[in-house]
């Protein structure tokens, strides 16, 4: 039986999952979340998202780093808001208080999508229009990939008026404007040219890493992560399905996102899992201290081996691994931390990584986690406190979502979540780049202008394909 044809005919068991939702919803006074799995062949979520994005498309594309789980989303049935600095917690009651009325069908549970933005003290800026303080999406349509196996989830909030006849058409419809998009040829359009860049001045910036230098020498600030945006001009819009799949192909490592709202598409291919949690089993990455990447095998490795020897960056990493171990003791028990650090390589760079892991304690969640942990020092700086204020004083920008928490959650308590980097913001001809760097005390500010601008490459890069 083919992937596209199955849904139609689960339409009495969709309408009886709505109609039972709509009964609930009667006697609660509230609307309920439904929803109605289904296994189906295997499809290609990423050229499904290269296929069906487009302005006000309300889609999404996520996936786990090595070609892992990845999910497609397509049409906002409802969404839960958080704002301000309990954000986090906000969006963990909404989504625990709908599950305990939800009507759930089928072999996969309900999941929400989307993120959270790095800093809710700053004013948000019209760049990032629609992407707000916490804002998890429950789409119409979930499509989950998992090795060869891949399921549809249709998630609909069902009030005691709806018509359950008529919510089903309307997923039905959804999946068939879905699919027609899907086995449609790839439309074929010139790769866009780089007109310009907009951004502060490499001798300005040096000065902001020189004052932080300062900062460090004459207070308890220990790190502070300083990062630049570049805004790029095209000859005609960047496509970011297209860019999507360039950086899937340069970075396999990388987890991969795409976040639609409204016109603008927050893209990335990012290295740094913030926190993923399984049955219970909770892991999280330590990723600090970089170096660059040589296209002779010899040279990588001797580049490898000094980020490895570097008191500088083992010390910047060392300090990123004591706070995570700090922030999870209270979630997490038997916490394992190897003794020392791995090299994960991406195209263009190379980081100190350490994977720490444990068990999640009763009744603590993944949010709470996700709370605890942002920012990392990895991406905002330690003493906590002290690098956030120090970033809003000097920064000069919005982050929005960039170094934010980005990821999903399932009804299960399961999901995972990444660090919003090595991304973009795509806004039809525009494209505005994020790259940081962590300064500590033997920083050197030319220095870490050329991090940034390596990490900023590959994105570059994938921007013109």
């Known amino acids: 039986m083919s992937a596209f044809s199955q849904l139609a005919e689960h339409a009495p068991g969709l309408t009886r999952v709505f109609e039972q939702a709509r009964q609930r919803a009667a006697g609660q006074g509230a609307p309920v979340l439904a929803s109605y799995a289904l296994a189906i062949g295997a499809l290609d979520l990423l050229e499904l998202f290269c296929k069906a994005d487009q302005p006000h498309a309300e889609s999404l594309f996520w996936r786990a780093a090595d070609g892992g789980r990845s999910l497609f989303g397509w049409g906002v049935a409802a969404q839960l808001d958080g704002v301000g600095e309990q954000r986090f917690a906000t969006v963990d009651r909404q989504w625990q208080h709908w599950l305990r009325s939800a009507v759930i069908h089928g072999p996969q549970p309900p999941a929400i999508c989307g993120g959270f933005r790095f800093d809710p003290q700053v004013a948000p800026s019209e760049t990032w229009q629609g992407f707000g303080d916490g804002s998890m999406l429950l789409m119409t ?85 300083l990062a630049r945006q570049v805004r790029s001009e095209f000859s005609h819009a960047v496509n970011p399905g297209r ?67 570097c008191a500088k960056n ?54 709470q986690v996700v709370a605890t942990l942002h920012p990392t020092p990895a991406v905002g700086g330690h003493e906590r406190q002290q690098a956030m204020a120090h970033i809003r004083q000097f920064e000069g920008f919005d982050r929005g979502w960039y170094a934010a928490p980005l990821g999903w959650l399932d009804a299960r308590g399961n999901g995972e979540f990444i660090v919003g980097l090595r991304s973009a913001l795509l806004d039809d001809r525009q494209a505005c780049l994020f790259a940081g760097c962590g300064i500590v005390q033997c920083s050197d500010p030319a220095s870490e202008y050329e991090e940034t601008c390596i990490k900023l490459a590959g994105m570059q890069v994938a921007l013109q394909a």
Not at 156 to 181: F, K, T, Y
């Open 243 to 309: 860019t999507l799949a360039r950086l899937a192909g340069n970075d396999p490592a990388a987890y991969l996102f795409a976040f639609r709202r409204q016109r603008a598409c927050f893209i990335g291919a990012s290295p740094e899992r913030l926190a993923k949690l399984h049955d219970g089993h909770l892991q999280t990455l330590a990723l600090a201290g970089t170096c660059r990447r040589d296209a002779d095998p010899q040279r990588d490795a001797e580049l490898a081996r000094e980020l490895l020897d």
């Open 314 to 367: 083992r010390h910047e990493h060392a300090v990123v691994v004591q706070i995570i171990q700090s922030d999870l003791a209270p979630w997490v028990e038997h916490l394992q931390v190897p003794p020392t650090p791995a090299i994960q390589r991406l195209s263009r760079v190379q980081h100190l990584s350490t994977v720490i892991e444990g068990r999640l304690r009763p009744r603590a969640s993944l949010l």
């Open 141 to 225: 349509l979930l499509l989950i990939r998992d090795g060869e196996q891949c399921w549809l989830v249709c998630q609909q909030r069902i009030a005691a008026s709806d018509d359950p006849a008529g919510r089903c058409e309307h997923v039905l419809e959804q999946w068939n404007a879905l699919m027609d998009r899907y086995l449609s040829p790839a439309a074929s359009t010139a790769a866009p040219r780089h007109t310009g860049d907009h951004c502060l001045p490499r001798a300005a910036w040096e000065d902001k890493v020189a004052h932080a230098l300062h900062v460090l020498r004459d207070s308890a600030l220990n790190k502070v992560v």
